[in-house]
Each structure stands twice: as C-alpha cells, then as structure tokens.
C-alpha cells in the first residue's frame, strides 16, 4: 500500500486517483479549487463521468480516497505525487503549461527534507517539457526526489473504466529508482507496462492522439470521395480493414472530432514541430479537414430541404459525443451557428448538455426533450451518439416532424430502419 498526492482533480487526476484507492493505496486529492474539494469531499464529481461517483462515494466511505485544498498537508507523507493538471491550448495552438509550472513550484515547496517521492507527470506534455518545467523547481527546492512520465490514455465519458482498465501502461523514466518505483506501483496493472526514458513516454500521448484523429480524418474525407462517387462507405471500408494492416476501429464518419484532447493535442504537436523547423504538413491538413468537416451535414439537409431559411431544424445530441456533457470543440456549435447564419431556427437537445449550449450559442432554443425538439422540426440533425438516440425509429420522425428529412452525422441509426424518411448520412 502506497501513499499518493494527485494534484488536479479534473477526470484524469480524479479517475486516476480513485483507480489507486481501489487498489488499496491511500490516496490523497487536491486542487486549488475549493468549490471542486468540496463537492469532492461531498462525494459529488462536478463532472460526469460513467461509474466514477460510485467509485468515489466507497473510496471515501472506505477513508482510502480523501481531499484538500493544501498541497503542503499531502505531498510531504506522499510516495507519488501525481500531477494531472491541465495544460490547454495558446491561441496560436501552443500547448499552455502555466498550470503546471505553479503545480511543480508548489509541490517542489512542500517536498520533505527526506522521503523522496516519485514526482509523476500525467498531463499531457509537450517532449521535454517534464525535463524543462517540472524539474527545475523539484531540483531548486534542494530536497530530494524522483521524477517520471506517465501519460493517461482516457476517453472522456469512459474515464473510470479506462483507468480501471487500462490496455497499457506507459511510464517514462531516467533513472534505476524512479523505474523501480513505477514498477512497483503498476505490479498488478494485468496490461503490458511499457518502460521507457521520460521524452520519450511523453511523445508516446501525442503520437496516439494524432494517430486517432488522423484515423478519424480519414474516415471523414474517405467518406466524402465515396459519397461523390456514389458508393457506399461502409462496404468499402469493411473491404479495406480486411487487410490486417488496417485495424477497423475508430474509422466511423460523421462531422468530425470534437473534445477537448484531439483538437488541444494536435495543435500542440503541429505548434511544437513548427517550432523545431518540422512543421508537419500532413497533421496540418487533418486539422483543416476536421474544421469543415461539419458542412457536409448542412449540405445534405439542403439537398433535401433546399433553403433553410425560416425553417426549423432539430439538433439532438449537443455535447461533442454522447456519454459526456462536454461541449469543448464539440461540431453541433459550429453546425448551429452556421443554421442560424442561414436564416434557419435551431431547437436543440441533448440529455446533458443543454444548458452548457444554450450559453455558448444563445440564439438556439434548448427544450428538454426529443419529442419538443422533433415536434414541427423541418429538417433534423444527429451529432453525439447518445443510447436515447440510437432508440429513434422512423414513426418518431414521422409522429413529430412537419417534415421527415434526417441527417444522421454519427452513424447512430440503421438506414435500413427508416422506411419513410428522407434520411441520409455522410458516406
Ligand atoms: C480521446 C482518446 O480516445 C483518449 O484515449 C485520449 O486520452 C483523449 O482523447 P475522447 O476525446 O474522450 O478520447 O473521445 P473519443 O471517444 O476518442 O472521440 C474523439 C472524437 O472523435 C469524438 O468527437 C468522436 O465523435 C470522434 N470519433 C471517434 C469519430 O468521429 N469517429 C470515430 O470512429 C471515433
């Protein structure tokens, strides 16, 4: 049993942290923020995340899980100390590592004269930012550490199960102590546990993330070649990933990622290549296709619709996929706000993300269920892939729409299913 300090308790720090508590660790979470520490302690995530209030209402019942606000009454007791802040975009798409640089300074002002914890760097990092940032205030404090990588790999809406179970561990350090003591904390992972120098661990997230997006730009511009050529995209693509070089996972089109990772991590890899002289062209151009990708839902209600001009179109699903209320980057926001652009009444609908929305796109009208947002609708739009959605048949369309024209721009619903229905999706 080990002793951890995870500072940040955003889902990563607090889907982490749980996953050691449940393991029989001693857990310690803190944050600045103390209407977070307090709706934490309460036993109240102020997020949601499938499965993780559970897990934190029997980490604390069970006093392995506990919050505060004051670093310096954790880290000095602590073996690890986790550093899961956030580390969002620049303007100019540069990862932003302010968060961390105050989370390493005051973790480096609360380090015991001896103890020497393993200071681990979860956040999504930039190659040799852990070396850059981190370090120097740990070294300055002149009491001793340890220092290590370990990237998460968590889908949002899925965080808990994926820090439960994770399908690998990546760690990253330079030295035979901070190895052993990973390894020593992931003994039991029941994943392969990749050991590796701490840039290059860091690199590890990026290239993942990149990879998946690029994999998902692909699928959308495929996608569209296959809609000009009049072919189907799914029986393509189920022909192509017959090759055992082409996994068929992750390969859905629709109207592009959204989140708050793909984007954020992308342009921060693009921004960090350019500033090494290695601008790299092709992740550029999955940034730029991803940007439009939305459009090509707009053009398929207007092949039914024509103009939409004073017509009323339903959103449903608003958040940036189902599962999550979250609405970074999500694609419904640009598609509203271009319907509205047109001339077009927008009426929205998703079971979390309502009122999230309603602020960042005010002239969208938020009604609090499918039925409203159908009721009279000319034209509807499918954008996050909620279980409330995929439950949709024809006769729903049908019953509430003055017209039945649906653009499904997640693959939620089965053509064959929608008898009566000018229905169509993209590819
Ligand atoms: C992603 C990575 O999956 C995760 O490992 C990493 O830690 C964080 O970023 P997340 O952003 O939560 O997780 O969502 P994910 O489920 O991966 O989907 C990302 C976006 O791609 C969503 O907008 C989704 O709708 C879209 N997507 C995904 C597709 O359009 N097609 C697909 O086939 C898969």
Not at 92 to 99: A, F, I, L
Not at 180 to 194: F, K, N, Q, S, W
Not at 404 to 418: Q, Y
């Amino acid at each position: 049993m080990a002793r951890i300090a995870v500072v940040g308790l955003g889902p990563v720090g607090l889907a982490s942290g749980l996953a050691f508590a449940l393991q029989g660790h001693a857990v310690v979470g803190i944050d600045v923020d103390t209407d977070r520490t307090g709706a934490i302690a309460r036993g109240a995530p102020p997020f949601y995340e499938d499965g993780l209030e559970e897990a934190l209402r029997a980490g604390l019942k069970q006093g392995r899980f506990s919050v505060t606000d004051r670093i310096g009454t954790a880290v000095p007791t602590a073996d690890y100390v986790f550093l899961c802040v956030g580390t969002p975009s620049r303007p100019d798409g540069s990862m932003d590592d302010r968060y961390l640089q105050q989370a390493a300074r005051d973790v480096a002002a609360a380090l015991p004269p001896e103890g020497a914890p393993v200071v681990v760097v979860k956040s999504t990092v930039i190659p040799g930012t852990t070396d850059a940032v981190v370090r120097p205030p740990l070294e300055a404090s002149g009491r001793p550490f340890h220092l290590a990588m370990n990237p998460e790999f968590l889908r949002e809406g899925r965080a808990w199960e994926d820090a439960t179970r994770p399908d690998r561990i990546v760690v990253g350090a330079n030295g035979p102590e901070a190895r052993t003591r990973m390894r020593a904390l992931y003994a039991d992972a029941g994943c392969p546990v990749v050991e590796t120098d701490i840039r290059t661990a860091e690199m590890i997230k990026y290239a993942t993330n990149a990879f998946l997006a690029t994999k998902v730009a692909f699928a959308n511009e495929l996608a569209n070649l296959c809609q000009a050529f009049g072919v189907g995209y799914d029986e393509v693509i189920r022909a192509v990933t017959l090759d055992p070089r082409i996994n068929p996972r992750f390969l859905v089109p629709g109207v592009g990622f959204g989140g708050s990772c793909f984007p954020k991590d992308v342009r921060a890899l693009v921004a960090a290549g350019r500033d090494r002289g290695v601008a790299p062209p092709l992740l550029e151009a999955v940034l730029a296709q991803n940007e439009v990708q939305y459009l090509r839902a707009i053009d398929l209600l207007e092949a039914e619709l024509g103009d939409v001009r004073g017509m009323r179109i339903a959103l449903l699903g608003l958040a940036f996929k189902g599962g999550t209320d979250d609405l970074r980057e999500s694609r419904a926001i640009p598609l509203a706000r271009t319907l509205i652009a047109k001339g077009a009444a927008v009426v929205g609908y998703d079971p979390l993300a309502n009122d999230g929305f309603a602020r960042l796109v005010p002239e969208a009208a938020c009604v609090a269920s499918l039925e409203q947002a159908l009721r009279g609708a000319d034209g509807c739009i499918l954008q996050a892939e909620w279980p409330e959605l995929t439950k949709l048949t024809a006769a729903d369309f049908l019953r509430s729409m003055r017209r039945p024209v649906v653009v499904d721009g997640r693959r939620i619903l089965d053509p064959a299913k929608m008898q009566g229905i000018r229905f169509r999706r993209i590819g």
